[in-house]
């Protein structure tokens, strides 16, 4: 249809039209060529059964000529048998009961309550693959959907970060071993962390996190809304660790952060972590398994934990090559009271510490020694991990000294230790004393002792201690 002609506008003197325009427009029923129905996500599976939605995927595989992944069609397709499911659906208590059903006879909606994961570890997941999957990513919600070793490249994902961030998938991403996601793969994941209103975990394990990866990651933690974050054996060690507490001092958001198997030193990394306690007081956990942190890191780690009245509450250095020389600065984070003039009592630096994780280090029974008046003194402390540390009965003795004026422990863990009938017996007393502690981790075969001259004798020094200990009790 053609439009009317335009008046002609009036020129500027000296100036004459080159001859008449005109505007044309096509016909209402062509100006349209398609259109695509926007649904919300999570709202698509309302109305479908799984079986609608394993058909739909499977016609999807055949468009982009790729054979359906069984372990997906086997994780979907769940039979439960004899199985009684409580759920809450519009503030209406459910009770289902069914027996030798499929799964997918039952609407979306009922998966969607349950904690299902959506699990490809160790297959191969190309571009096709990746798109395939979008017929069920949009239509269930996931607790998990872990791609372990899928071996994702760019294209691929780039297209499944993209359908996880507009469908909200999940609540937890698992991308580790993928080694070949390239800076787009990357430039995604980052850009979904960045607007994610739903995921709260993600794990990144086993990945050369150098370079832009690393940078990606970093600028991400800057908003999103992640409160667990695993990073085990990324090679963190240097500038990527420099990067990435350079956002993390600023993140109020994060609570958990696992860094173990990082090859992180004693130096510089150290030194990164301990200004990482010092400005950021939202973390709550913080692993730092299997690194090589030793005595002088342990130091960095206790000046910022000094500065932290309420934040960090589980503190894991295990394996880290700490010694007993490492206790001197523990112990006074741990103290009661602060390395100040008699005269001035004050509270507690560290508030929060409630977990404390020194297993597989060398401290023998000197650092229970160093820390003995410092547990005792603590107001927090409620699970203290001691397995594998090097000590004997003479160390369990000290142990039990402090279990029985410990008031607010509930576990203590002195697995693989050399604590013999001596050590055994100073635990058995300490709890007839203490009322909070809940679990007592000891060897199921206690190792054999050949003379038990030394075990009675501090046995029978330690009843005596803890004798008057009850004796003061009942008088008060």
Not at 162 to 188: E, P, R
Not at 225 to 233: A, K, S, Y
Request: charged share 20%; glycine share 6%.
């Amino acid at each position: 249809m053609m439009g009317h002609p335009e008046e002609e506008a009036p020129w500027p003197l000296g100036k004459k039209s080159r001859g008449e325009k005109r505007v044309t427009f096509p016909p209402d029923e062509e100006m349209v060529l398609a259109f695509s129905e926007n649904r919300k996500p999570g709202q698509a599976g309302n109305s479908l059964t799984l079986t609608e939605i394993i058909l739909a995927y499977k016609q999807s595989c055949i468009k982009h000529e790729v054979k359906p992944n069984p372990k997906t069609l086997d994780q979907i397709q769940v039979k439960y048998t004899n199985t009684t499911l409580k759920v809450k659906y519009t503030n209406v208590a459910l009770k289902v009961k069914y027996t030798n059903v499929a799964f997918k006879r039952w609407p979306v909606w009922l998966l969607t309550l349950l904690p299902v994961l959506i699990s490809v570890p160790g297959i191969h997941l190309d571009y096709g693959s990746c798109e395939s999957l979008e017929e069920i990513l949009k239509s269930v919600q996931f607790n998990l959907i872990n791609l372990q070793g899928a071996e994702l490249d760019e294209n691929g994902a780039t297209s499944l970060m993209d359908m996880i961030l507009y469908y909200k998938s999940a609540t937890h991403l698992d991308v580790s071993s993928n080694t070949s996601m390239g800076v787009s793969g990357w430039q995604a994941l980052s850009y979904l962390l960045k607007q994610s209103e739903c995921l709260r975990r993600l794990d990144a394990c086993n990945i050369s996190l150098q370079d832009y990866p690393v940078q990606a990651l970093s600028k991400a933690l800057h908003t999103s809304r992640l409160t667990v974050l695993h990073l085990e054996n990324t090679c963190l060690s240097g500038r990527p660790l420099f990067t990435l507490v350079g956002s993390l001092k600023k993140n109020t958001v994060l609570q958990e952060l696992y860094l173990c198997d990082n090859e992180l030193n004693s130096y510089q990394d150290s030194m990164q972590l301990g200004l990482l306690l010092k400005y950021n007081h939202t973390l709550q956990t913080l692993d730092l398994s299997n690194n090589t942190i030793s005595d002088s890191g342990l130091e960095e780690l206790c000046d910022g934990l000094r500065a932290q009245k309420y934040g960090l509450r589980a503190l894991v250095l295990c394996n880290n090559q700490i010694t007993h020389r490492g206790m001197t600065h523990l112990e006074s984070v741990l103290n009661r009271v602060s390395p100040q003039p008699p005269s001035i009592l004050l509270q507690p630096m560290s508030r929060s510490l409630e977990m404390l994780d020194l297993g597989r280090n060398n401290l023998e029974n000197q650092g229970i020694h160093i820390l003995k008046e410092a547990l005792i003194s603590n107001r927090s402390l409620t699970q203290l991990i001691l397995a594998s540390v090097g000590i004997t009965c003479e160390g369990a003795v000290l142990l039990a000294e402090f279990l029985a004026e410990s008031r607010l422990l509930q576990t203590l863990d002195v697995r693989h230790n050399h604590v013999l009938t001596g050590g055994l017996m100073a635990f058995a007393l300490a709890l007839r004393i203490n009322r909070s502690l809940l679990q007592l981790e000891l060897d199921h075969n206690p190792k054999e002792e050949t003379v038990t001259f030394w075990g009675m004798k501090t046995t029978a020094r330690f009843r005596k201690r803890a004798f008057g200990f009850t004796r003061s009790v009942h008088q008060s």
